[in-house]
């Protein structure tokens, strides 16, 4: 069980509380295991549930966000020459969207790429690349060719011992017109820390 209390979202209560475990337990790879996740938020009154039924190497999910079938996924593993890819297609209810998240390490880095395709053949991906420069310390880019924008975020949890410190730079790749790319740029700087 998990409670987080944020005195901005509910002064008076919890913000939100979750509870999570299993069903049905696997004794060996080749059993069916079931987990769930049920989190409620007092704020919005809005109760989320996540099931996953687990089978060796495959995973099927459903999520349901207040009362409302939110998304089927699956996940597995699979073989493509000498490289493992994870693959996750999904389907969105709401948005009647196909989605395909793929990602395959290669050594310290790790590809990754999505694909959407909505209902009426709209259709929008993304790419990405993940590299550990050293223990404690990750960068990431991210590039959506639909928005023209490229994100690289930071992750050091070395420069201050128990606390993580996150850079992010937003690069819009075209000019509007009015900045050029270095003027429309936004950097973000965040730090998080646990007692």
């Not at 079938?69 to 196909?98: C, G, Y």
């Not at 023209?148 to 930071?154: F, G, I, S, T």
């Amino acid at each position: 069980m998990n409670c987080n209390y944020d005195y901005s979202a509910n002064k008076d209560f919890l913000k939100d509380a979750s509870l999570s475990g299993d069903l049905v337990e696997a004794s060996s790879n080749d059993d069916l295991a079931v987990s769930y996740e049920v989190s409620h938020n007092f704020a919005d009154r809005k109760t989320n549930l996540k099931l996953a039924a687990h089978m060796g190497d495959t995973t099927v999910g459903a999520e349901i966000d207040d009362r409302e079938l939110k998304e089927i996924n699956f996940n597995r593993d699979v073989k493509v020459s000498d490289r493992t890819v994870n693959l996750q297609p999904s389907w969105i209810v709401k948005a009647k969207t196909a989605r395909v998240k793929m990602m395959s390490a290669m050594g310290k880095d790790r590809l990754k790429a999505q694909l959407d395709y909505a209902n009426g053949g709209a259709t929008n991906y993304e790419l990405g690349f993940e590299r550990n420069l050293e223990d404690g310390r990750d960068v990431s880019a991210t590039f959506r060719p639909a928005s023209k924008d490229l994100d690289v975020e930071l992750v050091d949890n070395t420069f201050e011992k128990g606390a993580t410190w996150t850079a992010k730079a937003s690069v819009p790749l075209e000019a509007d017109g009015r900045n050029n790319i270095l003027d429309a740029a936004k950097l973000t700087l965040k730090r998080s820390w646990a007692w």
